[in-house]
């Protein structure tokens, strides 16, 4: 963001797919910070470890993407805590 390209690269983050971002990142780390306060850390992070799992599935269904074997490994790697 230098220069001349300052103006093009507001532009671009007033896109939807940059807002919907945002607002999801923003979103995700208030649920975080809820979920720290509010549960045992254990819990939390029980549940964060899923979300691999649950990325793949959506993909799968929403996206008919099929699940590869290095995804498979790194949700099992994940799930173990490696």
Same mark, same amino acid.
């Given at each position: 963001?230098?220069?001349?390209?300052?103006?093009?690269?507001?532009?671009?983050?007033?896109?939807?797919?940059? %807002?919907?971002?945002?607002?999801?990142n923003?979103?995700n $780390?208030?649920?975080?910070?809820? *979920?720290? +306060?509010? @549960?045992?850390?254990?819990?939390?992070?029980?549940?964060?470890?899923?979300?691999?799992?649950?990325?793949?599935? %959506?993909?799968?269904?929403?996206?008919?993407?099929?699940? $590869?074997?290095?995804?498979?490994? *790194?949700? +099992?790697? @994940?799930?173990?805590?490696?």
């Amino acid at each position: 963001m230098v220069g001349r390209q300052m103006g093009d690269d507001f532009r671009q983050m007033a896109t939807m797919p940059f %807002l919907v971002i945002m607002v999801a990142n923003g979103g995700n $780390t208030l649920y975080f910070n809820f *979920a720290a +306060v509010e @549960t045992s850390i254990v819990v939390m992070l029980t549940a964060l470890t899923k979300v691999p799992v649950l990325a793949a599935l %959506l993909s799968f269904v929403i996206l008919r993407e099929a699940t $590869t074997r290095r995804t498979r490994q *790194a949700i +099992v790697m @994940t799930m173990a805590g490696c």
